[in-house]
């Protein structure tokens, strides 16, 4: 992967920001972060994360993001149009986070491949301890934002993503290490990528749906 020009699919949560970590290992230089919020209320989908968030992170990444708005509607053809954007800039491979989700998977390949880019997936087919272990390892920092109210309790929202998480996690049947089946989605603040550790000062869990999020009220570098 040496030498490649890479833009990274940024969900905000560790599994991108550990894909993205392993690709510049390799060696990709990666020009951009793309990342897609609602429409409706400005947030990642599913992480709760607000869009202003996202933009903290790229400038302590110091990785210049693009972000598009998007709704259910219209989610392909905006993803389309941000990939051909991306090409025009001199992107040839897209950076995934993907585990083991195989419709997304080749959703993903066959859209990037339709459009002239290829799709590097680091964590693809690998055992989710070993991945969520090796975020923690690594040096980097999380904050759970959202769970499924169904599988896991309030008290997993505002945790921090460690070592006592992981193995308090695997005590719980059914429930994915990684919440590849949705059980859960996270925030990372801080690691051996980051130029700047983003403080969250503030926050507030709320009930919504079913889902459990935290909604983050301050935070500063």
């Not at 149009?81 to 997304?104: H, N, P």
């Not at 993903?108 to 969520?132: A, H, Y």
């Not at 503030?202 to 999020?213: A, M, P, R």
Request: glycine letters at 6%; one cysteine or more; proline letters at 2%.
């Amino acid at each position: 992967m040496k030498d490649l020009i890479c833009a990274c699919s940024w969900s905000s949560g560790k599994d991108s920001c550990y894909a993205l970590y392993k690709a510049i290992k390799e060696g990709c230089q990666v020009k951009y972060l793309f990342n897609f919020i609602s429409f409706e209320y400005s947030r990642v989908s599913f992480h709760g994360i607000k869009d202003n968030l996202v933009h903290l992170q790229s400038e302590a990444l110091g990785i210049p993001l693009i972000q598009k708005q998007t709704n259910k509607e219209n989610y392909e053809e905006v993803f389309r149009k941000t990939l051909k954007e991306l090409k025009d800039l001199g992107i040839s491979q897209i950076i995934r986070g993907d585990i083991y989700l195989q419709d997304l998977y080749d959703w993903v390949e066959n859209i990037c491949n339709s459009e002239g880019l290829k799709v590097i997936s680091p964590l693809w087919r690998k055992p989710t301890e070993d991945i969520l272990m090796g975020f923690v390892k690594e040096g980097f920092k999380a904050i759970v934002t959202c769970v499924d109210a169904k599988k896991l309790d309030k008290s997993w929202v505002g945790r921090i993503i460690d070592e006592d998480f992981i193995k308090e996690l695997k005590e719980i049947k059914e429930v994915d290490l990684c919440g590849e089946k949705g059980e859960y989605h996270s925030f990372v603040y801080a690691g051996p990528i980051f130029k700047k550790r983003i403080n969250i000062t503030k926050f507030e869990k709320v009930l919504i749906n079913g889902f459990w999020f935290l909604d983050i009220k301050e935070f500063n570098f």
